[in-house]
């Protein structure tokens, strides 16, 4: 299941609206084979029952340790911050595995709220790619 897990995000995100459809309608390669390094993707999702979109690029990646690190380059985050970087890590636990995502972003002021919302997002997304993935786990 790792595997599956840590493949889907790092090499079939196309596949994440088939399993969390209410959340992430598209994902659009825009540049690269939308799994390297410097690859750009642009994803259309819902937040807070608003559908919005953000452009990243894949910062980087690590097979061995099953980690990829995502930074947003534009979209309407970019609005509320000035950097906005992600690192998910599917890691091992028995049968299956944990994932933990780590997010560094600077706010363009003060006022601006943590991305609490972002986190519940991705949160309730791998539970949902989670779900997909165990039924249909071969």
Known sequence: MLIKFYQTLRKQSHEIPRMS????????????????????????????????????????????????????????IMKAFKNFKATAQAIPKEESCLVKWIVEYEKRSQ?????????????????DMDGHLAANFN
């Open 21 to 76: 459809s209410d959340k992430v309608q598209s994902v659009h390669i825009q540049k690269e084979d939308g799994k390297s390094k410097g690859s750009v993707k642009k994803w259309d999702y819902t937040l807070d029952g608003e559908e919005i979109s953000a452009t990243e690029t894949i910062e980087a990646a690590d097979d061995s340790k099953k980690m990829i690190t995502f930074k947003i380059m534009d979209g309407e």
């Open 111 to 127: 006022n601006i709220p943590d991305p609490v919302d972002y986190r519940e997002l991705a949160t309730k997304n791998c539970r």
